[in-house]
């Protein structure tokens, strides 16, 4: 079936083309559509495209930063601005792939490879939506009802940047270094006042159909002092109401049994 390609110079205006067809699908870097296209997927026969420049920026606002769904992972590598998320981008893929691959189209990856997602769920990121639709909405709201999206044209996201640099940390677990596909991946924010824990945000890659928050590891941590007792307690409830998948890369039970040590060596400020 012949794919053809419609070319937009407005946010607005690639909006509604997308949200008009069932069969269309947006192309932003084109990680996950072109690798469609090349396995004869016959789900859509229309890719959308975007040149507004609008769409490739960063920028600050306030205490956040407004960061545009085009906007590479190689370029965030390169923003100033967005140094606190360049160690996550930068182990996103190769360097090919570090270019092509974007910030809202990491938001529909499937769970091995969405680690951008996961830190953008621990540091309470806001979506962005365009179109007639335009709205904005947490995160954690946008991921549980991500095929719901499916036809909709995500613009920007919006991350709080810690005040604290050494408040977010991230790890990723792949079998292959550095560029291997996630076999788990966490990210936290631990923001701290008077020596304790206040807010504390977990998530996890992997672990489940999308990017999911450690619910049970937040409130173990929330009002704590980040010590080795509150990290073992924290660690033993990595997998609290969590069912970790199974797929080619490791089991559900393997993921349980490693969960709690990659997260006490995040959490210890361990590097690995």
Do not use: C
Not at 42 to 61: A, C, E, K
Not at 69 to 91: I, Q, S, Y
């Amino acid at each position: 079936m012949p794919v053809k390609v419609e070319t937009y110079d407005r946010v607005e205006e690639a909006a509604r083309a997308l949200s008009a067809s069932r069969s269309a699908r947006f192309l932003g870097g084109g990680t996950l559509v072109m690798r469609a296209v090349n396995a004869g997927d016959q789900s859509f026969d229309t890719i959308i495209r975007l040149r507004d420049p609008d769409f490739r920026t960063i920028r600050m606002q306030g205490d956040g930063l407004v960061i545009g769904a085009g906007v590479t992972m190689a370029a965030l590598v390169a923003n100033r601005d967005a140094a606190f998320l360049a160690p996550v981008a930068r182990v996103i893929g190769g360097p090919a792939i570090r270019n092509m691959a974007t910030v809202g189209g990491n938001l529909f990856a499937s769970g091995n490879y969405g680690d951008l997602a996961v830190a953008l769920l621990a540091l309470g990121a806001t979506v962005q939506l365009a179109g007639s639709g335009s709205r904005s909405m947490p995160i954690d709201e946008f991921l549980r009802d991500r095929e719901r999206h499916a036809t909709s044209l995500v613009q920007s996201v919006t991350v709080p940047r810690p005040r604290d640099p050494a408040a977010f940390r991230f790890t990723k677990v792949s079998r292959v270094k550095p560029k291997g596909v996630s076999l788990m991946s966490i990210a936290a924010l631990l923001p701290q006042s008077g020596g304790r824990v206040q807010g504390a945000r977990v998530a996890y890659g992997a672990m489940g159909p999308t990017p999911l928050r450690a619910i049970a590891v937040e409130r173990a941590l929330e009002g704590q002092a980040l010590d080795a007792a509150a990290i073992d307690r924290a660690a033993a409830l990595a997998v609290e109401g969590i069912a970790p998948p199974t797929d080619a890369l490791a089991s559900s039970w393997y993921r349980a049994e490693v969960a709690g040590v990659h997260l006490k060596r995040l959490l210890a400020g361990e590097r690995r």
